[in-house]
Nanobody
Framework: QVHLVESGGGLVQAGDSLRLSCAAS????????LGWFRQVPGKERDFVAA????????SYADSVKGRFTISRDNAKNTVYLQMNSLKPEDTALYYC????????????????WGQGTQVTVSS
């Protein structure tokens, strides 16, 4: 079992920055990697970014490339999502998820999920 806790969300203005954190605990933290997804009410949960625990492979959704940066601190079992130049359309509930194996961009390939942290960007 892997337990994930997100933090760092909040209310900001367009153009501001936020850094989300996802602390993982539980079983040995080895596996494929960890990803960030986001969801707004009435819509599907969309891929944002993912990173392997080795850090050797990173992927981003086109909508956040150049603005968001995913990174990890293996010593702390924590993954971060640095979000810069935030836009109102980035408003969503952000989830982190742990993947044992699979496509990092597919939400159904993730095995464990956190409870989410709300990000709201005002115009």
């Amino acid at each position: 079992q892997v337990h994930l806790v997100e933090s760092g969300g909040g209310l900001v203005q367009a153009g501001d920055s936020l850094r989300l954190s996802c602390a993982a605990s539980g079983r040995t933290i080895t596996g494929s990697g960890l990803g960030w997804f986001r969801q707004v009410p009435g819509k599907e949960r969309d891929f944002v970014a993912a990173i392997t625990w080795s850090g050797g492979r990173i992927s981003y959704a086109d909508s956040v490339k150049g603005r968001f940066t995913i990174s990890r601190d293996n010593a702390k079992n924590t993954v971060y999502l640095q979000m810069n130049s935030l836009k109102p359309e980035d408003t969503a509930l952000y989830y982190c998820a742990f993947q044992i194996w699979g496509d990092p961009k597919k939400r159904w390939d993730y095995d464990y999920w956190g409870q989410g942290t709300q990000v709201t960007v005002s115009s």
